[in-house]
């Protein structure tokens, strides 16, 4: 059981790329969830999932799309980066009727 | 307002002190409650859930009181290891809503 991998760990990147920051899960949990985290605002909600083709937008959804194909893939999508997306990116999961959600490691992303 | 308010800290504490914190949420629709531990630069970790009727787990006491929509966390005996961010926590049902952290330091 690896629990919940996200990858790159680190990412520099310039205003205006695209990248997908990759999440995945090998406990079949139905919950998926992706998070930024900016220093004194706490983890903000991008986006969720309740299960493969369903997403819905959390409270900063804004330059960021999500598609939930398979159970255990949950990747984010940066459209056009800019300065403000930099932060560390967290996704999170858990089985359907878990207290806990399980985090990974986190992606730290810069944009320059 | 935030739907998850904390104290804003950051405490300093001696080895052995007990430290209390505190949370307010204003969703009276939140399902379920929990305190995280977040270590530096690290991902958040579930402390433990926040139930009406308290729950103990070993130094830690947590309480949930649903009619003023408060939640806290009670830290007896601190430890050195205890230093970290203590993120209070709302479920909605379908994701996780996190206040900002309150920080605790202990020294020897």
């Known amino acids: 059981n690896a629990g919940v991998t996200q990858t790159p760990k680190f990412q520099v990147l310039k205003t205006g790329q695209s990248m997908t920051l990759q999440c995945a899960q090998d406990?079949?949990?139905?919950?998926m969830s992706w998070y930024r985290q900016d220093p004194g605002m706490g983890l903000r909600l991008i986006h969720y999932?309740?299960?493969?083709?369903?997403?819905d937008q959390g409270e900063v959804p804004n330059g960021y799309n999500v598609s939930r194909s398979t159970t255990e893939d949950f990747p984010l999508r940066l459209l056009s980066a800019a300065p403000s997306q930099t932060s560390v990116y967290f996704c999170?999961?858990?089985?359907?009727?878990?207290?806990?959600?399980?985090f990974g490691s986190g992606t730290r992303l810069t944009v320059v | 307002r935030k739907e998850v308010e904390q104290d804003p800290g950051p405490f300093n504490v001696p080895e052995g002190a007990t430290v209390a914190f505190n949370c307010t949420y204003s969703?009276?629709?939140?399902?379920?409650f929990f305190w995280y531990r977040q270590d530096c630069r690290k991902e958040p970790k579930l402390l433990m859930s926040?139930?009406?009727s308290g729950n103990e787990d070993g130094r830690f006491t947590a309480q949930l009181n649903r009619a003023s929509q408060y939640i806290s966390l009670l830290i007896r005996d601190s430890k050195l290891s205890d230093s970290a961010t203590y993120l209070c926590?709302?479920?909605?049902?379908?994701?996780?809503?996190f206040g900002k952290g309150t920080t605790l330091s202990v020294s020897s």
């Open positions: 999170a999961s858990k089985v359907q009727g878990a207290h806990g959600y399980t």
């Open positions: 999932s309740v299960g493969a083709g369903i997403t």
């Open positions: 926040v139930y009406s």
């Open positions: 406990m079949n949990h139905e919950y």
């Open positions: 926590v709302v479920n909605r049902g379908t994701a996780l809503i």
């Open positions: 969703n009276s629709a939140s399902q379920s």
